[in-house]
């Protein structure tokens, strides 16, 4: 269960391909190289416990440098590509990293991060020459292809999103067995999604993000071969589907909606026969469109909740969802307890926070002692990501919003992920968010964010069909009393929506607790 197996027993085997530069990556090299990043962690003082920084797009070095420290015993975090210098400077502080590596994608801001980042072990660069930083390829191909001495299991350290404050770092304890040793993840994807040394990959995400990173190393640990996009784009994905023939994939709900939002023409002219098991997760995902993903790919269509914290894993299949619609699925790591404010387990079909109860060491927010103690239950066991949902009588979860995104509107509690779930399926609008803005009299109210299909339509004739819209399918007080216009919302690639950027036009410095 390991890429140097594979290169062993199947060297030439295709371990990934880059879709877009059409550039591939076989199994010996990827074991060759990765043991020669590993040597060169090594060669710059950086042992087991250590830490290491990625700061680049998807591109072919990404997985030599995850299976170098995951052979190596090293704590690897992968950094958004789109982070300022400073949001980057702080990760690197935070995390302790030893080393980074960069790229020419994200040259103009390695510039400016250079001047303000602390000094590290070593510092590499893939693509032209930059002052301060080693040449990646030519550091990398000094080393011996031989593993190292002293090999053992590192892990990712991932950073949260920072969709409602600072990211913070996830660390767990580094395990004590072989390289080659499963891990939970890997035996869930191959129990629940049949991926083998048969199976190809489609990955359309970027690959500093959890799942997509995961997925990608558990495939390989599997013998897979991957196909990566650089970026996403919806008919490019139906392309590569057609042209690579995947048998597996992994979306987020913005990319169906993108997708689904193609001409029937274009969606229709591909051949998706091949896919067996389509994933998705990292964002509640709107009935409409999911109901509308069953009906055109297939009962293919699996989902899971689950958090870059590792505390507990929920999944559902297409038959179990159409059965239970709007559910995320029953728990297959830890056991479910829905909470109130006081921590006090309310009855099935009533909402409150979840809390997933599980064997093992617990998760801990690097450097933020006050935040791992919100994660925690008042009996210091069970663990939350700070969601909001319920249980219905057969043990199915339903998602109702992030506790940080509730309206508080004349003491009435207001989970705005129901009228943005409706009007993400209205054909006029591309993306949405719905916050809370201040109000006088009830302290908040209801206002919807729009991105349209179509900037010319921005207006009010266009605001006060969606608002009618909502009222239509929903009580009046979950309804936005105003719609304002946005040519693009600040949504992360992985699916999620900066709403605190969003909010803070409206809220600024003002005192609420809900920025």
Same mark, same amino acid.
């Given at each position: 269960m390991h890429p140097y197996i594979h290169a062993q027993n199947t060297p030439e085997k295709l371990a990934y391909v880059m879709a877009g530069s059409g550039e591939t990556v076989t199994y010996k090299q990827l074991n060759d190289r990765s043991n020669q990043v590993a040597q060169l962690f090594r060669h710059h003082g950086v042992n087991r416990g250590d830490a290491i920084a990625i700061f680049m797009e998807n591109n072919a070095h990404y997985f030599e440098i995850c299976w170098?420290?995951? %052979?190596?015993?090293v704590?690897?975090?992968?950094?958004?590509? #789109?982070?300022?210098?400073?949001?980057?400077?702080?990760?690197? %502080?935070? @995390?302790?990293?030893?080393?980074?590596?960069?790229?020419?994608y994200v040259r103009d801001v390695t510039i400016a991060l250079k001047a303000i980042m602390p000094e590290l072990n070593a510092a590499f660069h893939v693509g032209d020459a930059l002052?301060?930083?080693?040449?990646?390829?030519?550091? #990398? =191909? &000094?080393?011996?292809?031989?593993?190292?001495?002293?090999?053992? %299991? /590192?892990? =990712?350290?991932?950073?949260?999103?920072g969709t409602t404050g600072r990211p913070k770092g996830i660390r767990r304890a580094l395990p004590d067995g072989p390289i080659e040793e499963a891990d939970s993840l890997l035996g869930l994807v191959m129990i629940l999604y049949g991926i083998d040394e048969n199976s190809?990959?489609?990955?359309?995400?970027?690959?500093? +993000?959890?799942?997509?990173? #995961?997925?990608?190393?558990?495939?390989?640990?599997?013998?897979?071969? @991957?196909?990566?996009?650089?970026?996403?784009e919806p008919e490019s994905a139906l392309a590569l589907i057609e042209e690579y023939k995947p048998t597996h994939s992994q979306w987020v709900p913005t990319m169906f909606v993108r997708m689904l939002k193609l001409p029937e023409d274009v969606r229709t002219k591909y051949d998706l026969s091949s896919m067996q098991v389509a994933i998705h997760a990292a964002a509640p995902c709107p009935i409409e469109i999911k109901r509308k993903m069953i009906n055109w790919w297939g009962p293919v269509?699996?989902?899971?909740?689950? /958090?870059?914290?590792?505390? *507990?894993?929920?999944?559902i299949n297409s038959e179990q969802w159409l059965a239970h619609e709007g559910s995320v699925g029953t728990p297959l790591l830890g056991v479910i307890h829905i909470c109130d404010d006081e921590g006090n387990e309310v009855p099935v079909g009533e909402a409150g926070t979840i809390f997933f109860e599980t064997e093992g060491p617990l998760f801990?927010?690097?450097? =933020?002692?006050?935040?791992?103690?919100?994660? %925690? +239950?008042?009996? *210091?066991?069970?663990?939350?990501?700070?969601?909001?949902? $319920?249980?219905?009588?057969?043990?199915?979860?339903?998602?109702?919003?992030?506790?940080?995104?509730?309206?508080?509107?004349?003491?009435?509690?207001i989970y705005p992920q129901e009228a943005e779930n409706l009007l993400i399926d209205h054909?006029?609008?591309?993306?949405?968010?719905?916050?809370?803005?201040?109000?006088?009299?009830f302290g908040e109210e209801v206002k919807a964010v729009v991105q349209p299909m179509d900037w010319d339509q921005a207006g009010d004739e266009l605001a006060l069909e969606l608002i009618e819209y909502c009222k239509q399918h929903l009580s &009046?007080?979950? @309804?936005? $009393?105003?719609?304002?216009?946005?040519?693009?919302?600040? #949504? +992360?690639?992985? *699916?999620?929506?900066?709403k605190r950027l969003v909010r803070d036009r409206y809220w600024g410095k003002m005192d609420s607790k809900i920025v």
């Open positions: 170098a420290a995951q %052979r190596a015993g704590y690897f975090t992968a950094i958004s590509s #789109r982070l300022t210098a400073p949001e980057i400077d702080y990760i690197l %502080r935070d @995390c302790g990293a030893k080393i980074i590596f960069t790229s020419d002052d301060g930083f080693e040449n990646y390829r030519d550091a #990398r =191909d &000094a080393q011996p292809a031989e593993p190292i001495a002293d090999e053992s %299991r /590192g892990l =990712d350290m991932l950073y949260s999103s190809i990959y489609l990955s359309p995400a970027p690959l500093y +993000h959890a799942a997509p990173l #995961r997925y990608n190393m558990a495939a390989q640990q599997v013998g897979a071969t @991957c196909i990566v996009m650089e970026n996403f269509i699996y989902e899971y909740y689950a /958090g870059s914290e590792g505390n *507990g894993f929920c999944a801990e927010y690097y450097n =933020d002692d006050a935040k791992t103690a919100d994660s %925690r +239950h008042s009996n *210091g066991v069970w663990t939350t990501l700070g969601d909001v949902g $319920r249980l219905d009588e057969d043990g199915f979860l339903y998602l109702t919003d992030r506790k940080a995104f509730m309206i508080i509107s004349g003491g009435v509690n054909p006029k609008v591309a993306d949405v968010a719905v916050i809370g803005v201040p109000n006088e009299d &009046a007080i979950k @309804c936005p $009393r105003s719609v304002d216009f946005d040519k693009e919302l600040p #949504r +992360h690639p992985t *699916g999620k929506l900066y």
